[in-house]
């Protein structure tokens, strides 16, 4: 099988925070460790790389503002993020994204991976897409190692992500603030950067509970992590929501949505690690999930299909399949 192995493999990135940029990076981890080249480019770049486009040699892994060029490329997998959103996106941008995964399915030697059964099922029944296989998305080194024994230091209900209207803080933060009260002590912590976070500091009020340090790297959202007690985020849509495991693995409870990608992430743990709000949002039933999530001790879950190495195996196994049924030769085995 290694005689088949890309000899290269193109990774097109997104924004430096969010899940797309962690799953770029995870992936390139695991790629990396298995020996073989990676690069990461913003998709605006993608046709700069005319070579690499066109050289079946070169495996291409096109994130979802990247699938415009499946036209043109051999030997690509694109990849399916997430279900696209008329009322935040605009209707045409949906548009654009649903045109985008059909020309991938109509283009041979390209196919398409969704990051969740959630996704795939959505694509597959509501717009008839095809979807070629599921590979959830990887973890980044750093949340591979286990956390130190420190429940007693851990004192902050946190979000780590993009600050953006559709993961609904807006509507968190009176809940989150209601818990705040009845536990002196317990702090709060928004890290991120995006659109909404004048609107979520406004919604503060100066609240010296509620901390705003902004962007964090893999590092420091570990060390946030594990100063924890409760992770939350609130999109009821969620793709898959890597951002619960990477929780989950630092030994953070988490209080999410009933629905959604995330809920495939560690089943075993609803009702236990995992605590769900109703996904109207209603701010009595996410106090009350956060109020049971600060009571438990969460088991970690095992990381061993979320590990860069086991999820860049996944596609080269995927890649394996396309490739032979486009007729394309391998790479330099590494």
């Not at 095992?302 to 394996?320: C, E, Q, W």
Request: aromatic fraction near 6%.
């Amino acid at each position: 099988m290694k005689d088949e192995y890309p000899g290269k493999v193109l990774i097109t990135g997104g924004r430096n925070i969010g899940g797309v940029g962690a799953f770029a990076e995870g992936l390139r981890s695991g790629f990396s460790e298995i020996g073989i080249p990676v690069e990461i480019i913003a998709p605006t770049q993608i046709f700069s790389r005319w070579h690499d486009l066109r050289d079946p040699r070169v495996l291409k892994i096109l994130s979802t503002s990247a699938v415009f060029a499946a036209p043109v490329a051999r030997r690509a997998i694109c990849m399916a993020h997430g279900v696209s959103r008329a009322h935040l996106q605009g209707f045409w941008k949906m548009v654009a994204v649903i045109a985008t995964f059909k020309i991938a399915n109509a283009c041979p030697g390209v196919r398409l991976v969704a990051v969740s059964d959630y996704v795939a099922a959505h694509l597959e029944t509501v717009f008839d897409i095809e979807i070629d296989a599921v590979i959830r998305n990887p973890l980044r080194p750093p949340f591979l190692e286990p956390p130190p024994d420190n429940g007693a230091s851990r004192c902050y209900i946190s979000y780590v992500g993009v600050l953006d209207a559709v993961k609904n803080l807006h509507r968190l933060l009176p809940a989150i603030r209601d818990v705040l009260d009845e536990h002196p002590g317990l702090q709060a912590c928004i890290a991120g950067d995006g659109p909404q976070r004048p609107q979520l500091e406004a919604l503060a009020n100066g609240d010296r509970r509620i901390e705003f340090p902004g962007r964090l790297n893999a590092t420091q959202v570990r060390e946030q992590l594990r100063r924890s007690r409760v992770f939350i985020s609130g999109t009821p849509t969620e793709a898959l929501g890597i951002a619960y495991l990477e929780a989950l693995s630092q030994g953070c409870a988490v209080a999410m949505p009933a629905s959604g990608g995330g809920l495939e992430i560690a089943p075993l743990l609803i009702g236990t690690g995992i605590q769900l709000f109703s996904i109207s949002l209603a701010r009595d039933s996410v106090a009350s999930a956060l109020r049971k999530g600060l009571t438990v001790i969460p088991q970690l879950p095992s990381l061993d299909a979320y590990a860069p190495g086991a999820v860049a195996r996944a596609f080269l196994a995927a890649d394996m399949r396309f490739s032979e049924s486009a007729g394309y030769g391998g790479g330099v085995a590494p």
